[in-house]
């Protein structure tokens, strides 16, 4: 082992919450080493949002292309090379990689390969990539070690056959059919990706419907969506079990109480991520978990003073929250009190049309005893999403009768990923549906869809 270095932060895991902790430490006058035993950048850049987005963004091309003649553009003999889909989304990783490396570097940030144990409240072990050892003396420690997919006891992963996201992300040619068990964000995303390129897709989804986590009427409306592009759904299931036969695997599941039984060539498995934590000796030091993650404060403070956690690890699951807290563990190392606000942590869906939301969906707020109204605009009434021929989807606004405070806002339609941000802002604000709705929205643009369902909670929508 190497003679022991000593730092005020080390961070544990070089994905986007970790990297960003790391870089925000080191902008505050903190010395800083991150340890990484993967690729740098994590999930999100190497086996997430980003490579599945390329594939998206390719796959809604496509189907774009295959739309060309009510544009009054006509394409004749459209083919896909599959390879070369897949070259350009490593291209767009690996730069985005290279360039969290760069960054770090520029910051000053000393990266060390490996895999880092914690043995105790201000010391972390390595065992380098190159088989060495190292020991750091740390002030502070940060946990940034990500998540993985989840497992089902009666369908096993095999890598092959029977797969997670991260070998979907990795296939040398699209499967002719494909099972997908889990009909949340990962689940639809590549659905559609599949689908585009000619696969024969079913979702198995366990609750009622499917992006349970979404607004009601925005998983019926996308339900509807997909099952009219030739999507399968099924969703109440609650009983799946896989067998490889030739190649193939049978698929038995128990959906709204009939059996479903079919082959098909791949199964993807999509039914969450659990924490990474393997290795880490949280147990040694004292490090709470709550269900299997990290539990920490609004300031990403562990049960351990000068322990922080943040990202995947903590059950955040959303790179954009993971990037928030990054921020917050390193100001709150440096005394600033900074907290995280959940409340306003949007949630994107990559398909096509997108779909967005933040804050309380309409079933939420009631639960918790809101008295609530809810404007309504659909995109069917908007010139922008006219002209560019996506007139499906809508734009909801839930808000409290008695203060008008906007609860949530909920987008299906083009841009929902982009447009979202206003909500967003508007909701940190503590904004109004009635000061929304007087805010000057461009003409003609996709925004003017939000203006007019925040003038729909007072029933003072124009077109519609």
Avoid at 54 to 77: F, M, P, Q, W
Avoid at 207 to 233: E, T, V, W, Y
Avoid at 257 to 270: I, N, Y
Avoid at 314 to 324: E, I, N, R, V, Y
Wanted: with cysteine; hydrophobic share 40%.
């Amino acid at each position: 082992m190497s003679g022991p270095s000593s730092c005020d932060v080390v961070v544990i895991g070089a994905g986007i919450g970790g990297y960003v902790a790391a870089i925000r430490a080191s902008q505050l006058g903190m010395e800083v080493e991150i340890i990484e035993g993967g690729k740098v950048g994590g999930t999100c850049v190497n086996s997430g949002c980003i490579p599945t987005v390329a594939l998206l963004t390719s796959a809604h091309l496509l189907e774009k292309i295959k739309r060309s003649e009510e544009y009054g553009i006509n394409v004749k003999d459209i083919s896909v090379n599959f390879e070369r889909m897949m070259t350009r989304k490593e291209a767009i990783v690996n730069r985005l990689s290279d360039g969290v490396r760069y960054l770090l570097g520029k910051n000053e940030v000393r990266l060390i390969e490996g895999w880092g144990t914690i043995k105790s409240r201000d010391r972390v072990d390595v065992k380098a990539i190159d088989g060495t050892d190292e020991q750091i003396q740390a002030k502070n420690i940060v946990i940034a070690t990500g998540s993985k997919p989840e497992e089902m006891p009666n369908v096993q992963i095999d890598g092959d056959c029977i797969i997670t996201t991260d070998e979907a992300l990795r296939l040398d040619t699209p499967p002719l059919s494909i099972a997908i068990i889990g009909g949340g964000i990962m689940g639809v995303e590549f659905a559609q990706i599949f689908r585009s390129l000619g696969a024969d897709v079913t979702i198995l989804e366990k609750m009622p419907l499917i992006l349970p986590s979404m607004d009601g009427d925005i998983g019926n409306a996308f339900q509807r969506i997909l099952r009219k592009g030739g999507i399968k759904i099924f969703t109440s299931v609650f009983s799946e079990s896989a067998e490889i036969e030739r190649g193939l695997v049978r698929l038995s599941a128990v959906s709204k109480g009939s059996k479903v039984h079919f082959e098909t060539e791949k199964v993807l498995v999509t039914v969450g991520r659990k924490p990474f934590t393997e290795g880490l000796d949280l147990e040694r030091v004292g490090v709470q978990l709550r269900d299997g993650y990290v539990a920490v404060d609004e300031h990403m403070r562990t049960s351990i003073p000068n322990i922080y956690a943040v990202g995947d690890v903590t059950g955040g699951l959303f790179a954009h929250a993971a990037f928030a807290e990054g921020i917050v563990a390193a100001e709150s190392i440096a005394g600033m009190g900074t907290g995280i606000d959940h409340g306003t942590n949007p949630a994107c869906v990559y398909t096509s049309p997108e779909i967005a939301s933040v804050g309380l969906s309409e079933q939420e707020a009631a639960e918790l005893g809101y008295s609530i109204s809810v404007g309504r605009f659909p995109y069917s009434a908007n010139g922008r999403a006219l002209a560019l021929g996506e007139r499906d989807g809508f734009v909801k606004i839930v808000a409290d009768k008695g203060t008008d405070e906007i609860l949530g806002v909920h987008i299906l339609g083009p841009n929902a990923s982009n447009l979202i941000s206003e909500a967003v802002v508007a909701m940190r604000l503590e904004c109004t549906s009635e000061e929304l709705s007087r805010a000057m929205h461009p003409h003609p643009t996709l925004s003017e869809a939000i203006m007019e369902a925040a003038s729909d909670v007072s029933g003072r929508a124009i077109h519609i």
